[in-house]
């Protein structure tokens, strides 16, 4: 069971849960900042039905009784509906400052946690539990947001390590995580034995070789040849699949270029049985018995959608998952 409440005018807090309909949240590896949606009755008639004070600025936090804080945001927009005689709500969590915020940085030589905690200082913002990668960048981004700067510095590292990265705003804490850490004690499962564990919904699977690349040219600064790296089997059944690389100061050629190699692409919808553990940036273990790509698998959340009924208590959530482990790629400036 989850409570949400308002804090208007930074004193007046209000369980509003009572009067709440639905509320859902979400978020994705591109957009990481959190959305709030909640929908409230707001009768026009009725003097004795509850008139809630919330506009946007509010300050939003819902609190699970598992889970604990799970959602601090505020409030941006608001929407009256007569006819059905309801207000809407769209918040969004803290992180919405890192992504919306803009400014220009000369790093150098400096690791991507240290361009976090500069990030943060200058947007007044606490830091969390942030990933150490010990490798240090240089770089001049001009005019980008903070977020693009961020994990421009952390698609550097990614290339070299192989490693993927993914921010999560935990409360009023910003947090950067490797991303593919699986939820422990958890299983997405729809099987056709062992039915009462089943917690499938509905699930859509669809699989692509649009965006495969299987070879990759390696040239030095003058665009001379120097070799190449390649998935052999998959220029043999598919045919040639090819994308260039130019040779870097500081960095291993021949990881950064075989990180570049990429084989199918998935999308996969799941809709199950509410559990908060699913969220962007973790993997989940799944057993789903009519795929057999899926029958023993590990799943990387993309996007997570968590919706609650507040009168029946009902909680579903939508997960787009790939086979893959795949971070937010930033392009670099220079």
Known sequence: MIKIYSLYEGWLLT???????????????????????????????????????ICPGTLIKI???????????????????????????????????????????????????SVVYKACEELNIKVGNVVETGMPIGRLCIDRSYYSIIMQCYSEVSKQNGKQYVPIMKADTFNVIEKGQIISDYLLQSANVDLYNNNIIDMSYKDSLENMINRVKIFDANNNYVDQVENSELVKRYGIFQTSYTVEDGKNTYDVAQNKLYGFSEEIEIEAIGNYS??????????????DILKDATLYVNADTHTWECGTGKYTMKLTVSLSNKMDLQEVDS
Do not use: H
Request: aromatic residues 10%; contains cysteine.
């Open 278 to 291: 699913c969220l962007t940036g973790y993997a989940v273990k799944a057993k789903i018995w009519y795929l």
């Open 63 to 113: 609190v699970d009784e598992t889970y604990g804080e799970i959602f601090r945001g505020e409030v941006v927009d608001r929407t009256l509906g007569s006819s059905n005689q309801e207000e809407t709500f769209t918040c969004y969590d803290y992180m919405r400052f890192i992504m919306s915020s803009s400014t220009s940085m000369n790093i150098k030589n400096m690791s991507p946690e």
């Open 15 to 53: 369980d509003i849960t009572p009067v709440c309909k639905s509320i859902e949240l979400s978020a994705s590896i591109d957009q990481p900042a959190r959305k709030c949606s909640f929908s409230m009755l707001y009768s026009l008639s009725d003097i004795n039905q509850p008139r809630v004070q």
